[in-house]
């Protein structure tokens, strides 16, 4: 778990410090989709990149059918992807998730079998420790 923090979350904590200091419009997510039907190997579950085929509705071209919780995570998805790509300042506001404050809420999706669901954006920085990953730190659920 230490090469996931040092990789892939620690840098994004520190970009997203970053981009807030110049007042961007930012907005997280952390995926947690275990989708054994879509995934290279059942047991893999979420992986960077495992949420583009349920963002580009490919989600059921895969060994089995998708099931329903599945296919509504799909369409949860793309709506947030819709709404950020007709207005990247609005959209997702619109739709309840919100701009990247230190102490506010990025958005979970797809974890202990709830489509979407608000997560502290300082869960998702504390196994950082500002900018460096913890040793054996791991990411939040």
């Known amino acids: 778990m230490l090469l996931l923090s040092t ?7 520190k970009t997203t410090s970053n981009r807030y200091a110049t007042s961007v419009p930012i907005f997280r997510y952390l995926y947690g989709g275990n989708f054994s ?3 290279p190997q059942p047991f893999e579950g979420a992986y960077h990149s495992s949420e583009l085929p349920l963002i580009f509705g490919m989600h059921d071209i895969a060994r089995t059918p998708s099931t329903l919780f599945e296919v509504q995570v799909s369409l949860k998805m793309q709506d947030y992807w819709l709404a950020f790509a007709e207005d990247y300042v609005n959209g997702l506001p619109g739709l309840g998730w919100e701009q990247y404050t230190p102490k ?5 999706i797809r974890r202990d079998n709830v489509v979407s669901q608000p997560i502290a954006e300082a869960r998702l920085e504390v196994p950082c420790n500002g900018q460096v990953g913890i040793p054996g730190a791991t990411p939040p659920p």
């Open 7 to 13: 990789r892939f979350l620690c840098p994004t904590v």
């Open 37 to 39: 039907n879509i995934a």
């Open 104 to 108: 506010g809420n990025a958005v979970l």
